[in-house]
C-alpha cells in the first residue's frame, strides 16, 4: 500500500517517518520528497507499506497526530494522473489584455 504523508515540518527525516510507521508494520520504502534546486524537504512524502491492513492501522494511527510540532496529514496515496503538469489552456489567461480572443 502507498501512502501519501503532508505536512511534515522541515527537520523531519526518513528515519522518523520509518520509526513512526515501523509500529503499525513492515516499511518497504520511505521518500521525502525535496525540492530539486534547494535539497529541502517539500513537506510531505511517501511510505510503502506491503501489507494493506497494516498501512491502512497506520493511516488511522498517525493521522492528525503530532511529529516535531506539526500534525501530519496521512492517507492513501493517489495514482497520479496523466494530465497532471500540463501548462493551463483556455486563451493565455488574461495575458492578452483587453478581454477575449484575438483576431487575426
Known sequence: M???VGSLADDVTEEDLQKAFEA???VKSVTIIKDRYS???RGFGFIEMPSKTEGQAAIDGLNGTELKGR???VNEARPRSEGR???GGGY???RQGGGGR???
Open 71 to 73: 500534525s501530519l496529514k
Open 39 to 41: 535539497g529541502e524537504s
Open 102 to 104: 484575438r483576431r487575426y
Open 85 to 87: 503538469r500540463s501548462s
Open 92 to 94: 493565455g489567461g488574461g
Open 2 to 4: 502507498n501512502i501519501y
Open 24 to 26: 503499525f508494520g513492515q
